[in-house]
T-cell receptor, first 115, second 114 residues
Framework: GAGVSQSPRYKVAKRGQDVALRCDPI?????LFWYQQALGQGPEFLTY????????KSGLPSDRFFAERPEGSVSTLKIQRTQQEDSAVYLC?????????????FGPGTRLTVT | KQEVTQIPAALSVPEGENLVLNCSFT??????LQWFRQDPGKGLTSLLL???SQREQTSGRLNASLDKSSGRSTLYIAASQPGDSATYLC????WGGGSYIPTFGRGTSLIVHP
C-alpha cells in the first residue's frame, strides 16, 4: 500500500479482555515501531522490530503487552487482560534503513478504550 | 534519560501571524531531530527532519533550526493559516541498540483562527 495502515481504527474492550492490534507497514520497510500515546501526551516508544527480530522491547509497560512480526512484514500488538490505564492511541511506524535519515512513517493509529 | 520539552503547550493566533514553536532536549548526542504534525484522530505527518550536522531545514512556509550544543530546536511558521491548526510534535532520535529510537515532546497545540 501507499502508507502504513492499522486496524481496527477504534476498539472498545471491557476490562480483562484480550485485544490484538494490527499494523501493515509500507512494503519493503525493514523497521517497525510501536508507540503508545495517552491523551495530551506525545507518543511513547513501546517496541521495535528489524524484519522479524524484536530488537528492543524496553518500552512495553508490563508482561501483559506482547508484540510479534513473524514474517517480517505485518505486526500485531497484543494486550492481555486489559486495564483502564491501557486506554490510549497505539501508533505504528515503519522505516527503511539503511538510509541516512531513519525517517519514520506513521499509521493513523488504533484508539483503544477500556471500560 | 532523554527529556524533550515543548513550549508553549498551546497557542491561539489570528491568521497571518508568524509563529515560533520551541523544543528543547537534555541529551545533545542526538542523531537527528524531526518535527511532526498531528491532526485530531490522525497519525503523525513528518514536516521536517534535521540531521545533527545540519543547522536548519526549510519546506515552504516552515523553517526548522537546530542548535545541538544548547539542546534546542525552533520551528518557524510564516504567514499562518487556519489549515495550520494542529498539534506540532518534536522528536529527537538517539541510538537505542538496534536502531535510532525517537523521544517525543508533549507537543504544541496550535489554533489559527480566521
Amino acid at each position: 500500500g501507499a502508507g502504513v495502515s492499522q486496524s481496527p481504527r477504534y476498539k472498545v474492550a471491557k476490562r480483562g479482555q484480550d485485544v490484538a492490534l494490527r499494523c501493515d507497514p509500507i512494503s519493503g520497510h525493514v523497521s517497525l515501531f510501536w508507540y503508545q500515546q495517552a491523551l495530551g501526551q506525545g507518543p511513547e516508544f513501546l517496541t521495535y522490530f528489524q524484519n522479524e527480530a524484536q530488537l528492543d522491547k524496553s518500552g512495553l509497560p508490563s508482561d501483559r503487552f506482547f508484540a510479534e512480526r513473524p514474517e517480517g512484514s505485518v505486526s500485531t500488538l497484543k494486550i492481555q487482560r486489559t486495564q483502564q490505564e491501557d486506554s490510549a492511541v497505539y501508533l505504528c511506524a515503519s522505516s527503511f534503513p539503511p538510509g541516512d535519515t531513519y525517517e519514520q512513517y506513521f499509521g493513523p493509529g488504533t484508539r483503544l478504550t477500556v471500560t | 534519560k532523554q527529556e524533550v520539552t515543548q513550549i508553549p503547550a498551546a497557542l491561539s493566533v489570528p491568521e497571518g501571524e508568524n509563529l515560533v514553536l520551541n523544543c528543547s532536549f537534555t541529551d545533545s548526542a542526538i542523531y537527528n531531530l524531526q518535527w511532526f504534525r498531528q491532526d485530531p484522530g490522525k497519525g503523525l505527518t513528518s514536516l521536517l527532519l534535521i540531521q545533527s550536522s545540519q543547522r536548519e531545514q526549510t519546506s515552504g512556509r516552515l523553517n526548522a533550526s537546530l542548535d545541538k550544543s544548547s539542546g534546542r530546536s525552533t520551528l518557524y511558521i510564516a504567514a499562518s493559516q487556519p489549515g495550520d491548526s494542529a498539534t506540532y510534535l518534536c522528536a529527537v532520535n538517539l541510538w537505542g541498540g538496534g536502531s535510532y529510537i525517537p523521544t517525543f515532546g508533549r507537543g504544541t497545540s496550535l489554533i489559527v483562527h480566521p
